[in-house]
């Protein structure tokens, strides 16, 4: 019997391309992982046959708007040539090769799924990053990754020149903008002049395909590595299921480049299944934009995280008729029940939340075809066997609460992330007997669907963002107001949780006009570290709870913001 999966090099013409029932049975074990795998061309090189073919709708692959009268629209064709122009910018006019790591920090601009693509074509590992992020947070990442290169935008551009003198392993700078500048490359010039003849690498399914930063609660982002079947195939099931896509779909999935929820949402499912990607690149997110969006465009999909959600259920929808819309999903921190009811109520669109991790991608969601039960985040997506287990790695019967792990043994899900890049340790300190555990608690009940209790760590979760409180005490003790700070989480009705810093004050700070120093001590963290980790509440105190061996007892500073004894 032949083995499964890909046979032959397709070259020798003799390669029998893997259709998304093969991806699906791969996930449900039906089948095993295949040897080689590559996104870019076993899955989107598929779809341009298709559409050569009128297999598929007329849909364009991606839809990008600005809000200013741009657009763009790619069929998987044209992103086929285009990105096959990217690989060769990146291989022959940046000489990078096979395995190099490149930082890709773009903002929601077609040219990020350019490179994104090209990327995975030529075998080169991406490594996204928000425009939020700071010089001191690009340069942590591109020393501890040892990057080759650098794919940024202008607005990124000057942080990255203030820091690249100390990256002794970066050797090209490429930059995406209209206009040139001095020691850098330009994408857009040698995009031009380049051929689009490229013949994909064959890549390993388990070759690294992507390294994404994770904050965690101790330390500096440690690097979740992908392969490039993880995501290219672990999507299908949340795709299908979780998102509701098929190849007639526009998605719009609202999270920025930087995170793995794009790479889910805006690239990998809906590609798998044909669909359109949907891009508003907005300059600063605002309601009204938003729902005049999903007004004037076909948008059938959308997926926002549950910070959106809120937002938008202060408005009065019922003045909105959308367009097209018919399946909502959200994800990246707990959704309130009450927003999912309010949702409904307005628009008459269920809400499918789903849950997930950078390290793990989708483990469960409530599932197209599935009774929702309120307030749950569903059930597991296969491959994963989610349970949850006590501090010993025993299963919890249902109804009992403990932390949401996945079942490692005897089978590792092709799924899971690789490794943290460079930390044993700390890969290894996820391991529970024969369990990863994600760090949150839950329960599951006797249905098989999961709730969201809360994190068993110190780590924050504001609007989607996975914040450790380490980085912001960090940021806030090198201002010289601040003896020593501990940073928590606070309830918000609109963020679910918002950064918490209560801060001891150096004497010459101690009469300082309180509302005047928070406002600097905020604008201070803004300048250190990505934005979006700011403290928005700040509480000066004399000391801060302590064990006896001067640990800070963050917990109890937690359990007092959130009211428990
Ligand atoms: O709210 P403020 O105005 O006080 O502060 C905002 C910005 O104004 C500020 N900022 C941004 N750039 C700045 C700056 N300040 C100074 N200088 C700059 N250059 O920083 C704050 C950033 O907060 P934000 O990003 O939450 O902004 P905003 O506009 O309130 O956005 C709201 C959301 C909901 C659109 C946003 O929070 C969001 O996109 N959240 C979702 C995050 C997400 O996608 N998470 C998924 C992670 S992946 C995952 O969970 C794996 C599992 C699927």
């Not at 995280?305 to 937002?311: I, N, S």
């Not at 969601?365 to 025993?394: C, H, R, T, W």
Request: hydrophobic content about 35%.
């Amino acid at each position: 019997a032949k083995p499964p999966g890909r046979h032959f090099h397709r070259d020798h013409q003799l390669w029998t391309p893997l259709t998304l029932a093969d991806l699906e049975a791969i996930n449900r074990y039906d089948r095993p992982l295949p040897k080689n795998f590559n996104f870019a061309g076993d899955v989107l090189d598929q779809w341009s046959q298709k559409e050569k073919t009128g297999e598929r709708p007329a849909n364009p692959a991606l839809w990008w708007v600005n809000g200013k009268g741009d657009e763009v629209k790619w069929s998987f064709r044209e992103l086929g040539s285009l990105s096959r122009k990217a690989a060769n910018v990146l291989t022959k006019s940046c000489g990078l090769q096979r395995g190099d790591r490149v930082a890709v920090i773009l903002p929601r601009i077609p040219e990020w799924w350019l490179v994104n693509v090209a990327c995975i074509r030529t075998g080169l590992v991406f490594m996204p990053g928000t425009t939020q992020l700071t010089a001191k947070d690009m340069l942590y990442r591109l020393r501890a990754s040892k990057a080759k290169c650098i794919v940024a935008s202008e607005e990124v551009a000057p942080a990255v020149e203030s820091i690249v003198s100390e990256c002794p392993h970066l050797k090209t700078k490429l930059l995406v903008s209209p206009h040139r500048q001095n020691g850098w490359l330009s994408f857009q010039e040698l995009f031009r002049s380049t051929s689009e003849e490229h013949s994909c690498v064959q890549t390993g399914s388990q070759e690294p395909m992507a390294i994404y930063f994770t904050s965690g609660t101790t330390g500096y982002p440690k690097m979740a590595q992908h392969s490039q079947s993880s995501l290219g195939i672990g999507c299908t099931l949340p795709g299908r299921y979780w998102l509701g896509l098929t190849s007639s779909d526009i998605i719009w999935n609202m999270s920025d480049t930087g995170w793995i929820k794009a790479a889910i949402g805006s690239m990998f499912s809906p590609w798998l299944w044909g669909a359109c990607v949907f891009v508003h690149q907005m300059a600063q997110f605002d309601t009204d934009t938003f729902l005049n969006t999903l007004t004037t465009y076909p948008i059938t999909t959308l997926c926002s995280a549950p910070t959106v959600y809120r937002m938008l259920v202060q408005k009065d929808l019922k003045r909105y008729k959308f367009k097209k819309l018919r399946h909502c999903s959200t994800g990246g921190e707990p959704l309130n029940p009450e927003v999912l009811e309010q949702w409904k109520a307005q628009t008459g669109l269920e809400l499918y939340e789903g849950y997930g991790q950078t390290e793990v991608g989708i483990i469960c969601a409530n599932q197209k075809g599935q009774e929702i039960k309120l307030g749950s985040m569903g059930k597991g997506f296969i491959p994963y066997d989610v349970q949850i287990i006590d501090e010993n790695g025993n299963i919890l019967p249902p109804g009992k609460e403990g932390e949401i792990a996945l079942r490692l043994k005897s089978t590792r899900p092709f799924s899971f992330f690789s490794e943290y890049v460079d930390n044993p340790e700390k890969t290894a300190a996820t391991l529970r007997g024969d369990f990863y555990v994600t760090g949150d608690r839950g329960v599951m009940d006797s249905d098989g669907y999961f709730w969201f209790v809360g994190r068993a760590d110190d780590l924050i979760i504001s609007s989607g963002y996975r914040i450790g409180p380490f980085e912001v005490e960090s940021a806030l003790i090198e201002h010289p107001a601040v003896v020593e700070s501990a940073v928590v989480s606070s309830p918000d009705p609109i963020r679910g949780e918002v950064v918490k810093a209560f801060v001891v004050l150096s004497a010459p700070f101690k009469s300082s006009n309180p509302e005047k120093l928070t406002l600097e001590l905020q604008d201070h963290v803004k300048k250190s570290t990505a934005p979006y980790k700011y403290p928005r509440k700040v509480e000066f105190v004399q000391e801060l709870p302590k064990t006896i061996t001067g640990k800070i007892k963050r917990k109890d500073l937690r359990d007092q913001e959130w009211g428990r004894t």
